[in-house]
């Protein structure tokens, strides 16, 4: 089942704007995965948040954790055309003990407008 | 130094007919984990491997799915009598291994597009 949801399913902006991504999940998890796809193949990692971190930084990403609202958001900015691609957030779960894979929404359509 | 390797990267075959799907993770990463993504969805976990075991299976959507892992590297995911249903990406991950009981960073390979007509 996929626990993750992505808020919204598409984004189109500017570049030059910001862009802000949400991610809801429904259980305790021992951390949140962002992770970027172009064209349908294959994931890039772009940063992970533990469950007792607030916010995280990576040049021009910044992702909180609210885990009292089991939420999170990835927030891009000065976007570029070369960030156009699709966002999954994804959940590893504190009963996984790490060996049940990461748990996937169904990512934001980001498209980034020249 | 290499990523997640894949192959084949597409893959069209006939219903009933089996395929074999291939991983080579990255060298060192003893978890490696399989995933099916269907057009236009996230990303659906089907089997982890901690060396060459496989602990629980039950994330494979039918006995019709196999996957093994030798020597602690390749693994592969075998697809039997295929339905239209499997046509999907079927992306490889590896990492390290699970610390105290978390998941490490995941990297991807690049998919195989399975086509079942």
């Known amino acids: 089942s996929q626990q993750g949801e992505e808020d919204p399913q598409a984004l189109s902006i500017q570049e030059g704007e910001n862009a802000t991504m949400n991610c809801s999940y429904k259980t305790s998890i021992n951390n949140l995965q962002w992770y970027r796809q172009n064209s349908g193949r294959g994931l890039v990692h772009l940063i992970l948040?533990?469950?007792?971190?607030r916010e995280k930084h990576s040049g021009r990403l910044r992702v909180t954790l609210d885990t009292s609202k089991k939420s999170s958001s990835l927030l891009i900015t000065a976007s570029r055309a070369a960030d156009t691609a699709s966002y999954f957030c994804?959940?590893?779960?504190?009963?996984?003990?790490?060996?049940?894979?990461?748990?996937f929404g169904k990512g934001t359509h980001l498209i980034i407008q020249p | 130094g290499a990523g997640v390797s894949q192959s084949p990267s597409n893959k069209v075959t006939e219903k009933g007919k089996d395929v074999e799907l291939r991983c080579d993770p990255i060298?060192?990463?003893?978890?490696l984990y399989w995933y099916r993504q269907r057009l236009g969805q996230g990303l659906e976990f089907l089997i982890y491997?901690?060396?060459?075991?496989?602990?629980?299976k039950s994330g494979l959507p039918s006995d019709r799915f196999s996957a093994e892992r030798t020597g602690e590297s390749v693994s592969t995911l075998t697809i039997q009598r295929t339905q239209q249903e499997d046509s999907a990406v079927y992306l490889c991950?590896?990492?390290?291994?699970?610390?105290?009981?978390?998941?490490?960073?995941?990297?991807f390979g690049p998919g195989t597009r399975l086509t079942v007509l």
């Open positions: 060298s060192g990463h003893t978890a």
């Open positions: 948040i533990r469950s007792n971190e």
């Open positions: 491997f901690q060396g060459n075991s496989a602990p629980d």
């Open positions: 991950a590896s990492s390290f291994s699970p610390l105290r009981g978390s998941t490490d960073t995941q990297y």
């Open positions: 994804a959940t590893d779960a504190l009963t996984g003990g790490g060996a049940d894979g990461l748990t």
